[in-house]
C-alpha cells in the first residue's frame, strides 16, 4: 500500500512540483512553521480554491501550553451481545486516534525498502487489534479503528494514484505551519482506496459497533486545478467524483456501519477564503448532490462533521464566527450533524444558533472533549456540558462526541494515546453521568 510512504515525511520541505508522479507523498505535505513563527509563512504557489482566487488571512498564535499526564481510567469492556449503540443519549468518537511509534516506525521502513508487504500488513493488523481493545476498554458502544492505516482523513481516497502532482491547494493553519493537497494532473479520477476496506479490517477485532468516517466530496474537489486539465473537463471529473464518493458512503453502509460520517472541515475554512460564501454555497450544493443519492432511511445514519480543522494541535478556522456557517450547515439533507463545541468560547451562544438553524429531525452530536487541549476533562466536566446542551437542543435528538479526531494527518504526534483514549473514557463516562441525570439511562 502506497500509503504507507506517508510517515517519513514530517519534517521534509515540500518536494518540487517537477518530480516524478511516483516520487511524493500523496498524502496532505506537512510545511512546518518557520523558525520565526511569529506570523504564518506565505503559501507555496498552488491551484486557487475559486476563481476569485485564494485569500490566506494570518492566523491566531496558539500559546504553547504544558502537557500533562494523564490518568488513564479503563471501565470494563463491553462483552459481546452488549446492548445495542442506539443509547438514548449515544456518544461518538469522531474517527482517528494517534499512531504509535512502531506504526509509524514500520512505514519508514517499508518506504525505505526494509520491511515487506507482508510484515508491513501484519503490523496494520496488530495496532489496529491494540487500538480496537483500547477503545473498547473505554465502554465506548461505537468506536472506529481510530484511522490507524489512513493516511489522513482527506487522502486516503488518493494514496497511491499515479496521476497526481504536489502542488494543490494549500491550508494555513494558526500556529504557521502549512498542510498542502496534491493537485489532479490528468483525468480520469477514480478512488484508489475505499473507506469500507478500513471496516472490513476493524471487524476483524471488533466487538461493539463501528462508525466509518469518509472524506466529504467538497474537499476532494479541491484537487481539481483552476486552470483545467487538457481532455478532461471539470464537468467530467465533478461526475466521477460525485460517483466515486457516493459509493465510498454506501459501501459503508452496506458493511453494516453504525454510521458513515462525512467529514467536512473545509465548510468553516472556506468562509474564511470567502466571506462571500460562495465557495461554502458551492460545497454545500455538491454534498448535497451526493447525499441525494440516498434514501430519508440511509440519510439518517449519514452524518457531517464541522470543525475549524485540527493539526499538530492547531487549527485553520476556529476565528470563523459559526453564526456565519451553522445556518448555511444545516441546509446539507443529513440525517446527523456531529459539532465540535467544547473549544468554542461562547458554547451557549452556539447552542442557540443550533436550536434555531438545525433541521427539525436531526441528531445533533455536540462535541464535550477538545482533542487539542493536552487537559483530560473530568467526567463531570463533560456531564456539564451535556447538560448545557440539553438546554437547547430535545435530549432524544442529542448526542455526544470528542470536537474532532486526535490525529486526522497520520504523521500528528502531538497528542498521546494515553491521553486521547483518557479523553474518550471522561466521553462516555460523563455522558452516561448526564443520560442519568436527565432520566433517559
Ligand atoms: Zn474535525
Known amino acids: 500500500m502506497r500509503e504507507a510512504r506517508g510517515a517519513d515525511r514530517e519534517g521534509i520541505p515540500p518536494r518540487s512540483p517537477q518530480a516524478a508522479p511516483h516520487d511524493f507523498f500523496v498524502e496532505w505535505q506537512l510545511v512546518p512553521p518557520p523558525a520565526d513563527a511569529g506570523m504564518p509563512p506565505v503559501p507555496e504557489a498552488g491551484s486557487k ?5 485564494r485569500k490566506t488571512l494570518p492566523g491566531t498564535r496558539v500559546q504553547p501550553r504544558q502537557r500533562k499526564e494523564a490518568m488513564m481510567s479503563r471501565p470494563e469492556a463491553e462483552t459481546p451481545g452488549s446492548p445495542s449503540p442506539q443509547s438514548l443519549l449515544p456518544t461518538e468518537p469522531i474517527g482517528s486516534i494517534p499512531r504509535p511509534p512502531e506504526l509509524l516506525g514500520g512505514m519508514q521502513e517499508r518506504a525505505a525498502g526494509r520491511l515487506s508487504e ?45 496521476n497526481l502532482m504536489p502542488d494543490g491547494v494549500t491550508i494555513p493553519f494558526a500556529d504557521g ?23 472490513d479490517q476493524a471487524r476483524k477485532h471488533a466487538r461493539v459497533a463501528l462508525k466509518q468516517a469518509v472524506i466529504a466530496t467538497s474537499a ?16 467530467a471529473f465533478v461526475e466521477d467524483l460525485v460517483r466515486e464518493s457516493e459509493a465510498d458512503i454506501r459501501e459503508c453502509l452496506q458493511k453494516g456501519a453504525h454510521c458513515v460520517q462525512i467529514d467536512f472541515t473545509e465548510a468553516r475554512l472556506s468562509i474564511k477564503l470567502d466571506p462571500s460564501k460562495q465557495l461554502l454555497k458551492s460545497f454545500i450544493e455538491l454534498n448535497n448532490e451526493v447525499l441525494g443519492k440516498f434514501t430519508t432511511d440511509e440519510r439518517a445514519s449519514i452524518g457531517i462533521h464541522t470543525c475549524p480543522g485540527g493539526d499538530l494541535d492547531s487549527t485553520h478556522s476556529l476565528d470563523v464566527d459559526y453564526a456565519e456557517l451553522l445556518p448555511t450547515l444545516f441546509e446539507l ?13 461562547d458554547r451557549r451562544r452556539v447552542l442557540k444558533l443550533i436550536k434555531d438553524h438545525a433541521p427539525a429531525q436531526s441528531r445533533i452530536f455536540v462535541g464535550v ?19 448545557e446542551a440539553a438546554d437547547y437542543i430535545p435530549v432524544n435528538r442529542l448526542g455526544t462526541c470528542d470536537d474532532c479526531g486526535f490525529s486526522p494527518f497520520g504523521d500528528d504526534t502531538s497528542t498521546s494515546r494515553e491521553t486521547a483514549f483518557a479523553k474518550i473514557a471522561a466521553r462516555v463516562q460523563g455522558t452516561a453521568m448526564a443520560a442519568q441525570h436527565l432520566g433517559v439511562a
Open 49 to 53: 480554491l475559486h476563481p476569485g482566487g
Open 118 to 162: 507482508e510484515d508491513l500488513q501484519l503490523l496494520y493488523e496488530s495496532v489496529i487489534r491494540d487500538t480496537i481493545a483500547r477503545f473498547e476498554a473505554t465502554g465506548s458502544r461505537v468506536i472506529t479503528d481510530g484511522e490507524q492505516t489512513k493516511p489522513s482523513f482527506a487522502t486516503y481516497p488518493i494514496a497511491g494514484l499515479d
Open 177 to 199: 505551519h502549512v498542510r498542502q493537497l496534491p493537485r489532479l494532473a490528468a483525468g480520469p479520477f477514480r478512488y484508489q482506496t475505499h473507506a469500507g476496506t478500513y471496516l
Open 220 to 235: 476532494l474537489s479541491l484537487l481539481y486545478p483552476a486552470e483545467g486539465i487538457d481532455g478532461y473537463p471539470r464537468e
Open 333 to 345: 439533507d443529513a440525517g446527523i450533524f456531529y459539532i465540535q463545541l467544547a473549544s468554542e468560547p
Open 369 to 387: 472533549i477538545d482533542p487539542i487541549d493536552p487537559r483530560v476533562e473530568t467526567p463531570e466536566e463533560v456531564r456539564d456540558r451535556v447538560l
